[in-house]
């Protein structure tokens, strides 16, 4: 019984054991408590197994051919992701000569990829933060510092020639655009942040900024996320303020000034009960992590510090399972925590650790995930050269599925139209099951189609007068019918740049034949 008792102390997660002030703990997180708060030694012995479904999560990376190698992450400082992932695609943002570019990967175009593989490649100036539409897998926004949102129809199928004009150019910002988010559930509501201090929410259908924060923030915005349904924005601000935003009433619901007190920037994220988690540094410069009530903002619910790194930490949250994975810039490490309602609300689950430093890291959405093999998260971590997926698993043995690991998830169906958000309505996401795999709906694309210019630029343009009057009852069957040719003359160009390319490959290969043959 003394040794199962030992061996299970052991396996006890760090957070649940409080030590006295000034402790460093072994899993990297430093707590700061009282002697009363500690002094409980019969509660503590009571609770020496915290359970969870969680605590045995561990992280690996993919073999080396499952890899995306020979890519060029881009320099830029700026503390953004630089990658952005989805069931489809992974998206890079890359070094550029003569503007700003990004790579779009098809998930399964793993190896080496040629330095002439086709970028997306419309901004005069470095890209800086990108975000796929969470309603269309083809549509990927981007923010640069030519001070210009740009909006990206993808082929189905990759790219074959770079892809230089945008689907929509958004110009409204007069300092570089640093942040792109879309909304959660509204079809085609895009939210942007700039240098400028300025938020931006636009309806990316017609083109058109709708709701322009330009009053709220002081200084620098460092990260923007919206809540659940999307009816409220949270933002990290250079000012050490948290602040909790009503965008469409354009005023502050709550805020917090100096809710980490260093220098060195500050992230803020909704979680799904409506509160708020933040990462920043101590005033001594250590990393910390909080989580706040909205409601009551003068004290944190939770507050850790971890360790004296720089890097910034970027927190990625995964709704379902109640987990956030904190990847610092320049770290070699991904640590993960359950957030739970029993104190200490925030408990230390495992770390992932690697021998490389990341300069990025993308998270799939988890409807891109493989419920057969147990897999609760995947990450793209960058390298200075390469993309490297790691996968977050939890270890069971049974092959049936796992309800409880998966519950009904985020879907790509939009509960909301651009207009109704507007107006003012609210709508949850759509959730789907994962039981059998997320299998993507037919005729998906025509569905976005219908209200918006994305996939019809060129009927956007012949119908621009239109768009900016008041709306009149439209011919549906037209408009599918010029969304199909459209789609149609899309195809036939990129077959024609397709064969074109065959034919001078060929053209070489029978030259090359010849003069073998001589």
Same mark, same amino acid.
């Given at each position: ?21 000034g ?9 700061? =408590? ?15 197994v ?46 550029a ?28 100036? &470095? ?29 189905? #199928? ?7 004009? &945008? ?5 409204g ?64 601000s ?73 890097? =910034? ?37 495992n770390?992932?650790s690697?021998?490389? &430093? ?9 409807r891109?995930?493989? =419920? ?19 996968i ?9 599925f ?49 209200? #918006? ?27 599918? #019918? ?15 740049g397709?064969?074109?390319?065959q ?16």
């Amino acid at each position: 019984m003394y040794f199962y008792f030992l061996k299970n102390c052991c396996q006890q997660p760090i957070c649940d054991i409080k030590p006295p002030s000034g402790n460093t703990l072994t899993g990297g997180i430093r707590e700061t =408590v009282t002697h009363a708060e500690f002094s409980s030694s019969a509660e503590t012995m009571r609770r020496v197994v915290r359970q969870s479904k969680f605590r045995h999560v561990f992280g690996q990376a993919v073999k080396n051919d499952q890899c995306y190698d020979d890519i060029r992450v881009s320099r830029v400082t700026w503390d953004s992701s630089f990658c952005a992932v989805n069931p489809n695609f992974v998206a890079i943002i890359i070094e550029a000569s003569g503007g700003g570019a990004f790579l779009v990967l098809p998930l399964h175009k793993t190896g080496r990829i040629d330095k002439s593989y086709p970028t997306v490649c419309g901004h005069t100036g &470095p890209v800086l933060d990108i975000d796929w539409c969470p309603h269309n897998d083809q549509v990927i926004a981007s923010g640069s510092e030519d001070c210009t949102v740009m909006v990206w129809q993808i082929p189905e #199928n990759g790219l074959t020639l770079p892809l230089t004009e &945008p689907a929509v150019i958004l110009e409204g910002h007069s300092k570089r655009v640093g942040i792109v988010a879309w909304h959660p559930t509204a079809h085609n509501v895009l939210l942007s942040a700039g240098c400028d201090n300025v938020i931006i929410i636009w309806n990316v259908g017609t083109g058109e900024p709708l709701i322009n924060l330009d009053d709220l923030h002081q200084d620098m915005i460092y990260n923007v996320s919206w809540n659940r349904n999307g009816s409220l924005i949270c933002t990290a601000s250079k000012d050490k303020k948290i602040r909790v935003i009503d965008p469409r009433k354009q005023e502050i619901v709550a805020e917090k000034e100096k809710a980490h007190e260093g220098a060195r920037p500050m992230r803020a994220i909704f979680l799904s009960d409506g509160n708020v988690f933040t990462t920043g540094f101590s005033r001594m410069s250590e990393r910390q992590l909080a989580l706040w009530n909205p409601k009551s903002m003068e004290e944190p619910i939770a507050l850790h510090e971890m360790d004296t790194s720089n890097g =910034v930490l970027l927190p990625f949250y995964d709704p379902d399972t109640n987990i956030i994975y904190l990847c610092g810039k320049g770290d070699s490490s991904i640590r993960y925590f359950e957030i739970t309602d029993e104190s200490p609300y925030v408990h230390y689950l495992n770390t992932f650790s690697s021998k490389e &430093p990341q300069r990025g890291m993308g998270f799939m959405p988890k409807r891109g995930l493989d =419920v057969n093999k147990c897999e609760i998260a995947r990450f793209f971590k960058l390298h200075e050269r390469k993309c490297e997926p790691i996968i977050m698993t939890v270890p069971r043995k049974s092959d049936l599925f796992q309800d409880d690991l998966y519950p009904d998830t985020a879907g790509p169906e939009a509960s909301l139209e651009a207009e109704e958000w507007f107006d003012g309505k609210n709508g949850d996401p759509i959730l789907i099951s994962l039981k059998h795999g997320y299998i993507p709906g037919k005729n998906r694309d025509l569905k976005v189609v219908k209200k #918006n210019i994305l996939d019809n630029k060129l009927a956007a343009n012949k119908k621009s007068d239109l768009i900016s009057a008041p709306k009149k009852a439209a011919d549906t069957s037209n408009t599918q #019918n010029e969304a199909k040719l459209d789609e149609i003359l899309k195809e036939l160009k990129s077959l024609k740049g397709t064969i074109t390319q065959q034919d001078e490959r060929i053209s070489k290969l029978e030259q090359q034949m010849a003069k073998i043959a001589v």
